[in-house]
Nanobody, 119 residues
């Protein structure tokens, strides 16, 4: 089992920055991919950024060039640096850990952290 706890959300003005953290515990060694998702009211959950064990990253088109995902393996923590925030970035942000190589793949979720962006 993997437990995920997000932190760092809050209220920020448009154009500002926030850094989200996701602290992982449990069988962290089994995790292959870490993701940040977000969900705004009335919208589907959207993949924001991905980082794999090799450090490779991918981003959703709406956040490319503004958001950066990173990881500190010593701290079992993944970060999402969010710059140039826009009102449409407001959402609950969820951390997700995926264990591949088994059938079915295991997916773990945190409870989310709220990001509010004022215009």
């Amino acid at each position: 089992q993997v437990q995920l706890v997000e932190s760092g959300g809050g209220l920020v003005q448009a154009g500002g920055s926030l850094r989200l953290s996701c602290a992982a515990s449990g069988t962290v060694f089994s995790v292959n991919v870490m993701n940040w998702y977000r969900q705004a009211p009335g919208n589907q959950r959207e993949l924001v950024a991905t980082i794999n064990t090799g450090g490779g990253t991918k981003y959703g088109d709406s956040v490319k060039g503004r958001f950066t995902i990173s990881r500190d393996n010593a701290k079992n923590t993944v970060y999402l640096q969010m710059n140039s925030l826009k009102p449409e970035d407001a959402a609950v942000y969820y951390c997700n850990a995926v264990r591949l190589g088994i059938i079915p793949p295991m997916s773990y979720w945190g409870k989310g952290t709220l990001v509010t962006v004022s215009s």
